[in-house]
């Protein structure tokens, strides 16, 4: 079974391996695939806790080489809360970006429905670090294989307390990697960008026959590269004055 293949891959620690030998999927087919990962994950008692959405800006597109955003699944057995410290090892080819985070206050049923309802129906906003198997087997990136492999998604940072309600300015974003900061988001734009990526993501999951509801995170994706992680590393995302989140990447395993 293809999909009991790539879930082995990936608690190997070895994800898409099965793209090594030339295996091609229509996206259609490769959210499928998505799916059934996940449903076999649950049945091993993990459980979905939100989504990414992913390649939501042109330069994540470039360096990715598709030309469309992606989605992919969040799972509670992945989420670790800042600050923390990880091991590089436990990934494949790790890399990081810093994003802005939601978690719905409201279901959300109608990808048509207006911006205003659209961030009303956002009960926080917070930074994350977000965590990628940074690898691709099939040669060039493709959409498909980015997909079925849910979006090189490996995991998230977040706070360790989420207040409530969205601040009364936009918050910007800062990515900083051992004091360096590497990117920076100004305060505007990032309602914008939130609304944009949950009618995207919506619309999304209303095709797979997924809703999304109250309590569910979602990360909306990020306007800033993917950093690569291959020596002991302190990343840290804020939203300044707001909030921030830490974690500290070890070569060797965490304790």
């Excluded at 800006?57 to 923390?84: K, N, Y």
């Excluded at 670090?129 to 691709?136: C, D, K, R, S």
């Excluded at 690569?228 to 830490?246: I, Q």
């Amino acid at each position: 079974m293809l999909a009991a293949r790539q879930l082995d891959d990936y608690r190997r620690g070895t994800p898409g391996t099965i793209f090594a030998r030339g295996l091609q999927l229509s996206e259609a087919d490769a959210y499928r695939l998505q799916a059934r990962v996940a449903r076999l994950r649950e049945q091993d008692g993990e459980s979905v806790i939100g989504y990414k959405v992913g390649c939501t800006s042109r330069e994540i597109q470039r360096q990715l080489g598709i030309d469309q955003p992606i989605c992919g699944r969040l799972f509670a057995t992945e989420q670790h809360i800042s600050p923390v410290s990880l091991s590089i090892s436990d990934y494949d080819s790790l890399a990081i970006e810093g994003e802005l985070a939601v978690q719905l206050a409201e279901d959300i049923t109608d990808p048509r429905m207006a911006n205003s309802d659209l961030i009303r129906s956002v009960g926080a906003i917070f930074p994350v670090i977000e965590l990628h198997n940074y690898v691709f087997h099939s040669g060039a990136p493709s959409a498909a294989e980015l997909i079925a492999n849910n979006g090189m998604h490996a995991g998230f940072v977040m706070p360790a307390n989420v207040h409530t309600g969205l601040p009364e300015d936009e918050p910007g974003l800062t990515i900083a990697i051992d004091g360096r900061i590497m990117a920076e988001q100004k305060h505007t734009g990032a309602f914008e960008a939130v609304t944009r990526s949950l009618r995207w993501l919506a619309a999304e999951l209303n095709r797979q026959g997924v809703p999304l509801h109250a309590d569910q995170i979602v990360l909306t994706g990020s306007r800033a590269p993917l950093f690569p992680v291959a020596t002991a590393t302190t990343v840290t995302v804020s939203t300044p004055p707001y909030r921030e989140v830490r974690a500290q990447m070890l070569p060797q395993a965490v304790q």
